[in-house]
Structures are given as structure tokens and as C-alpha cells.
């Protein structure tokens, strides 16, 4: 993007070292076509891709995999569409043998959607923990969907997670991060004696600035989708989420002014609990 | 910045045209070399000097306009530090005539800020809208800082500002836009059969997340100082505030998605209101 | 309500002293007879009542006067419905004809309503000024409706107002407080030195909670009219309303627990900066 | 408290019928006197005391049983300080072997904490629903506190659980409602077919506005005991808590006026999703 952003390490998960920290989606798109061009502008290294074959061919019968440019992004297979750990343990094989084919560097990794109910999209805590466990046994480093809730999260990373991704609202809805005390926590267990693992938050984003914020409660990563493809301008809405990503890691690094009911108060108001970056 | 953003429009202030959409100020800079290049990094091509004498000379005899390159910067005038129409007065004259000496293309207009109270900072609405008045008759281009209430900002632009400058919260508090329905009702009667008339939000931002979110309600541009002067890296946060501006206004043309209480509901929640992009 | 609240002192505002701390209005209800009913569950000893005759006198020719027992309100004409100085006087002159006429102690006050603007019925800041300044020489107490710009709210008590009455959102939006930290500014500046001095938050309660925690700010009262009147069941939210007001009062009183990020945390999160009762 | 609120149904839970929404904790209390009185004040007829021996009986030997006049209360036996399903079922067993030995009609429930850590207080997803299943089995009627995460909240339901209670917040934080869309889902969940079950928000209340603000929700009832017994005034707080809680219930079957930008705009902002009473 420009010389500044050098001097920030790349985001590493597991064996995968990227250099944008936005992962996006390439579901929802109205043409392979506009997909292909916002996931330039958008400037991500990673793509996430749904295994399941209605996914993966459209209408047209045309093949998504063939609008990708395999050998300039990492592919991030994933499970949408799972509702239980079982469909989610075959649909991440399926896509283990698909990228292997491909011969993508994607193959080894997944992430990880175990979903609980159709209407909402919520993730199912039990099943996504029972399904981390036999994924990583299998060998797959596995970035896990999860709800917020910070016991899940360090349930997720014990069970061998090489990122927890936790929602920052219901997929597809638009509203940002809901509730940024419990990612602050989340940030707090799975960091603890471990200040690089890789949290992202996954789920929720419609709009740049539900991306800075992320960022700037000092998550390593954003994943999202809808907010770009349901754009009514999804190349503009590319290009934002892109500088949003860097305008709230910067900012996270760069350590924020104390917020104060005004200027001359003589202590500050709150954001006492801003992680600090490192 | 990068390509993408030659299909905006500039930001056209009175006679004035400028290519970036955020201005920063000159003060609380722990140095003028550290003021100079987070100045450069913030992208801005307009930057907004205190007229002041205590202002622009520093306790070493240094003149802070010795290290503005005027030839790459159109300089504003302001008149912090003014708590009456008089005193507001003289020194906009002040500042028009070092500008004239400097040969700068600022010296017709002036930043003009009428303050109410040492304390807070916050502005006087009925000497702003008198000082508007006198400067708008001695011929000058009038940006006028404001506090966030709808009338009083449509009483400034009847008085003949070439912008109204709302604060997002008080000066140097940090506390972003504490009130967006005010800067929404703003922005309708500010832009009422006008859409072009500028609107900048000026005072209280805290950190990249708040300039994205001024953006995105649809103001021109936003103004800001101690957010990067007084964050612990100045210079990471001038790249974050720079990129932040050009997400929220990219985001803000993109027309974002609405949002839900979850994807499948069928009525969109909120964001009804959002003013969309012309 | 219950003896519990015998150990609050009463609201005084000017020679008036009032034992409940909610005012309520008297339009927009469906019938008479419903907004009688509705001021009696309210709690309420003061009622506001608009003066201007269209609203006084109803399409069937019925006279509101006549529905409100005035040996048991305090009445409080109100000024809605002037958009101009000269226009709040002469309704203001007009009222304390009506209620001497009637006998009624409210003859000797006023709340002052000057609105700028028929679309969204926010306060004039200036014409306020000028008309309290004109209403208090003529021997009105005035309590005075105004934006919660806390500077307008510092003029207005300067101008001779007996109470500030800023307001939460837009009349009628219930929207609630938008902006706390106004609030809180606002009673800084018309409290220092007087501690004593009624701040009451006048529009944009839409429902219980908005009055409670308008009250927890520190705010002597709460005036509303729609919140009740527009309700589904405004017997009900009359119920609602006024135990929202002594919960909030009481809450006030109390000294509420700090907010942390979690329970064991070392330091608060935030509220440092909440008013503490005297 | 007053007539008003005798047309409100009482709250069922399972076997056992409260006439009021608000349920209190024992804990943190000064002295046993204060606790008596403020558990008095707060009009609670459920009264919810933690089984472990070590907090039932205090340093001077007093057993906190003897405080509470049991013919008057339900007693709600709960396993706070319970980290693992074995404990907090052999804690809830212990409970009612206590509550039995009282003839207290509460020896047939229980309060179900499985926590996750001593740091947070955060509730341990798994344990709570393996723990709600065998004490089902055994015959108890599970309430079982929980995070605000929808689908454990279900779970926990499918599990028996005669009623959830999601957090607001961590126990003791003191910070409310964080993730209203969260208990709204929860509420739809819950409801679904089954409009009595009951929903209680249990933990991070801090003051009165956060009870409002639940029961507005649509939430059948609140537990606290932070929030009151940790306030500067507990008396007045237990006050408080009572009329905030008649508040919101209240408002919430009184179906509230929508949220508009301003008054007089044409359609409702938001508020769209809130949930209206049967």
C-alpha cells in the first residue's frame, strides 16, 4: 500500500504468513467477474472459499475456482453451510483433496464453520470444539468461526486451534462489533503468555469503519464477506475496507489519546482498558 | 494515494480546491521536525496554522511557519485562543496579512473559532455567528467552528460561512462524534438544495475509527489535531488518520448494506436514516 | 409512592417546590378524558399546557382546562408553538392571563419554548436568549426548553432563567439522551456554585429507561409529554414513567458500583467521571 | 407496590410463582443486618443464596440462614463458586438438603453456576449443560445462568433448564445490557412456541437504568446482588432496583413510541426489532 505499512510484521497463522491482514469471502457476488476485481482491490493475499460443491459451481455451471488467480492468493477453504461436525470434518477433507489438486498452498489449513441454526447463522460451541479436535488430529491447522463468548474462545485454542475467529455480529448483518468487552477479553485469554496468536474477527462487518474498529481493539485480522459483496458499490467498498484495515492497525500501534469528558479535565474518562500494542 | 480515489471528487471549500479530504493542525507537536513530517504523512494538503503570536513562536525563537513548505500546503488561519468577536476579528486580519507577506494562497480565508470557555474550549454560538458576519463582510471566506446543534449551524451558514465546521465532541476530548443524529440533521439542512455545500467535522477526535465514522455519516472532510499530535506515535497515527479518511469516505459512496438483527431477517434493522451518497 | 422516598428532598424551582420530579404534558393524547387519567398515574403535581388556543381548545369545541383539576396541579403554561421572541412573550403574557384568571399559582412562570424550525422543532438559541432576558424583566420564572449545547444552557441561566431545561434528543423522536456527556457538562457549568440550581431534561424520552438514566445523570427532573401520550397503552407507561423517575433519582442518591471489564479487575472502566451525589 | 400492577401476571417459573420480576442475591453485604434490610427494600419474594458452606457462614460464625425470615422468602439455592459440573451438582444436591431441613419451598430448584474462571466469572458453556441434564435428571428444576450467546442459551433449554438467565455482562462488572441483539435472539429462541418460558438476565447490572433496560427487553425478571449490595447507599439502591424493575416491565407492555430522527420524519429510525408484548 505505501512504505509505512512495512514496518508492521505480516500476520502469521501457523504456517501461513500474509501480508494483508483482510481475508475476504467470495460468496454473494452478483458476477465472477466483480468478485475477481473486489478481491484485488480489497488487497488481500487470503481468500476464503465454501467447499460445498452448490458453492463452488454456479448456475452457468461455471467453476469459482476458475475466476481465482491460485497462484497470487492463499486459499482458506471452508465449511459454510455445516451444521455439524461431522459435515464440517468431510466438507474440510473435501477441500484438502480440491486445493491439493490444485496444487494451492491452502491445502493444509481450513476454516472452520460448524453452524447451529439456518435463521441466524450462529456458530455451535460444542460441535465447533469437537470438530476442531478430529480436524487438527487429521492434520489441518484449523481457524475457527466462534461466537464471542470468551470461554468458548480458549476452548477453541485448547482444543488445538491455530486461530480463534470470533463474531463481531450474526453473519451478514451488518451491525460491527456488538459487544467489544467480550473480544477485549477474548483478546486477553488467548493471548495470555502468547502474544501472537492470531485472533480475527469473522462475521459482522458492514461497513469500513466496523473494520478500524476491530482493529483498533488489537485483533490481527479481519474476515468478511457481505459487507463488500452487498455493497451497492462493491469495488469502492473494496478499496474502504482495504484502508480501513490499515487505518485501525495503525492506529492500534500508534497508542490513541485518553478519552476525556473534555480536553482540560484533569483525568481521563475511560479507555483505561485499551489493549496497549506491545 | 492510490488510483482508486481519482474517481472522487475534491473538496471544494469557497474558492478553494483541495485533493485530501482531511485537514490537520500545527499544535502540540513535542517538535517542529516530528509537526513537519506527520503534516506530510497525514496526506493533507491544507493545514490549519493558530494565528496567535505565543503561537507560532516557541520558546527556542523558532517560527512554526519556518517549517511549513507554503508552497505544498494552502495554509488556513485560525484564531484559537480567541474568546470574543473582536478579538476573533482582529486576528483573522492578523493572519490575513502574514499570509499576504507569505504570498500564500490562504490569505483570503480564515478558520474561525470563537471560544466560549478556558475550561472546555466549547464555541460561543452567538459571538460566532456576529464574527462570521464582520469577516464575511471584510471580504473573507469564513470556515466556522461550531458546536453540533443543527440551528446554530444553519444560522452560520446564513451568515455567509463558506463552511460550518461542527465538533464530533469537545476539543482534544478524544470522544469521536458523541452525537450523529446532530451531525445528520446538520448535514439535511446544510445541503438542503445545496448539495455541495461543505461540511467538515472539527474537534474531538480520538483515534482513525472516528474519522472513518464521520466520513461515512456523509460530511465533506474532517479536521484534526491532537489525535495525532498527542498519540504515543505521531507518525503512525498521520498514515492511520489518512487512510482512515479515505475509507469512511469511500464507504460513505459505496452505499453500504443495511443492517439486521441477523442475514435472513426480513426488515433491515436500522441505518434507515443513513444519508446515501448523491 | 412509598415512605422510602419521603427522605428526598422535593424539587424547587424558583418559588415553586414540587414532590415529584417528572412534569408531563398534556397533548397528542386521543381523548381528554385519557390524558386526565394518564397526568393522574404520572404522578406528576406540575402539568405544562400549552397556551396558544388552537391548542387550549379542542375540534369539539371542548376546553382542555376543563379536564385538569387545577386545585391539584400546579399548572405550568408552556410556549410551544412560537417560532419567533415576540411570539413566546405574547403567548407568555397570555398564559399568566389565563391562569390568574383561574387562580392558579402558575400564573407567576413559564416554560419558554422558542423553536427554529417546523421540521424538527429544535430550539432557537438566540431567540431564547432574547426572550428570557424580556420574560424574566416582565417578572416571569422562566424555565427555559434549549439544545444541550452547554454554553446556550450557561447563557440562558446568565439571562435570568430559573431552570435550564436542555434537551435528551429532538421533541417527539424518543430517541432518549444522545449525548451524556453534554448533560453532564451542562450541570457542571449551571451547578458550579449552585449546587441547587433545576437542570431538567425537557424531550426525546421515548421510554422508561430514557428517564432513569436522565435521572442518574445528575438532572433534577424530567419533562415529557409523547413517551406517554403516543404509547400504546399510555395508562400504563404514565405507571412506567413515574417509577422510572424515582428509580432514577434513587439510583442517583445511591452511588452506584464503578463498571469494570470484569469483576476482578484491578481498576475501574469507566464512570470516573460520573456526578456523585452531594 | 401499587394497583397498577396487579393486571401484570406474576412470573412462573416452573413450579413456583414470584410476585415480583426481581430476584436479589445475598452476598457482599457490609452486614447481615444491611442485607436483611436492603433484600427487605428491594421486593423480591426469591431470595438466591450460595450453598458453599464457606458463604453461608461468616467469620464471626454467623450462619446467614438465621437472617433471612424463610416463611416470608423463596430461597433459590445457587453454586456460585463452582468450576466444574461434579462440584455445582454435588453443591446443588447440598442445597437442597439444607433448604429440605427448612421446610423451604425452595428445596426443589436451584440456580446453576458452572463457571470457567475465577478471573472472569464467566460461565462455562459445556459444564452448565452436562450439569443442567443430571440435575434434571435428578428431579431438580435447573435456572441456569449462562452467556449471552443464543445458542448456548437453547442448549441449555433442550438440556431441561426450567428457565435461562443470560448475562448482561461478567458478574459484578457492572456495565448492563452489553449485547441487547444478543438477548433479543436469545428471546426469539427461547419464545419460540413457548411464550412463557421465562428469560431472566442474571449478572453485570450496575444501576437502575440497566434493569429498565432488561425488562424493556422483554426479559421476564432480573437477579442482581452487585449492584446493590456494593453501592455507596444499599438501601436506597434496593429501591431503586424495585422501581426500576415495576419500570421497565411496564414500558415494555406498554409498546413504546418508535425512535425517529426527529419528530416529524416520515418514517421510524430504528427500534423496528424490539420485541412487542403478547
Excluded at 480440491?98 to 481450513?110: K, M, P, Q, S
Aim: aromatic share 4%.
Amino acid at each position: 500500500m505505501s512504505t509505512d505499512l512495512l514496518t508492521d510484521e505480516p500476520l502469521t497463522i501457523g504456517s501461513h504468513t500474509l501480508r494483508s491482514r483482510l481475508i475476504v469471502g467470495t460468496g454473494k457476488y452478483a458476477s465472477y467477474e466483480l468478485m475477481g476485481e473486489s478481491l484485488h482491490r480489497s488487497g488481500a493475499d487470503c481468500i476464503t472459499v465454501a467447499v460445498r460443491r452448490e458453492r463452488l459451481i454456479d448456475a452457468a455451471g461455471n467453476n469459482l475456482l476458475d475466476f481465482i488467480d491460485a497462484s497470487r492468493y492463499t486459499l482458506l477453504p471452508n465449511t459454510a453451510g455445516c451444521f455439524s461436525a461431522d459435515d464440517a470434518v468431510r466438507v474440510a477433507r473435501l477441500g484438502r483433496e480440491i486445493l491439493l489438486g490444485l496444487e494451492n498452498a491452502g491445502a493444509d489449513w481450513v476454516k472452520l464453520e460448524v453452524l447451529a441454526d439456518k435463521k441466524t447463522l450462529l456458530p455451535d460451541p460444542v460441535a465447533s470444539i469437537e470438530a476442531t479436535e478430529r480436524l487438527v488430529a487429521d492434520g489441518f491447522q484449523v481457524l475457527c468461526y466462534s461466537s464471542d463468548d470468551p470461554i468458548t474462545a480458549r476452548r477453541l485454542k485448547e482444543a488445538g486451534a491455530s486461530s480463534v475467529m470470533p463474531a463481531g455480529s450474526p453473519i451478514g448483518s451488518g451491525q460491527g462489533i456488538l459487544n467489544p468487552n467480550n473480544i477485549r477479553i477474548c483478546l486477553e485469554y488467548l493471548k495470555d503468555g502468547d502474544p501472537d496468536y492470531p485472533v480475527i474477527v469473522d462475521a459482522g462487518v458492514g461497513t469500513a469503519s466496523d473494520v478500524t474498529i476491530a482493529m483498533e481493539l488489537g485483533v490481527d485480522g479481519v474476515l468478511l464477506n457481505t459487507g463488500i459483496a452487498h455493497a451497492q458499490d462493491p469495488l469502492r467498498m473494496a478499496d474502504a475496507m482495504r484502508y480501513a484495515t490499515a487505518a485501525g492497525r495503525l492506529a492500534y500501534l500508534s497508542g490513541r489519546i485518553p478519552k476525556r469528558l473534555y480536553a482540560t479535565a484533569s483525568s481521563p474518562e475511560e479507555g483505561t482498558i485499551t489493549r496497549q500494542p506491545r
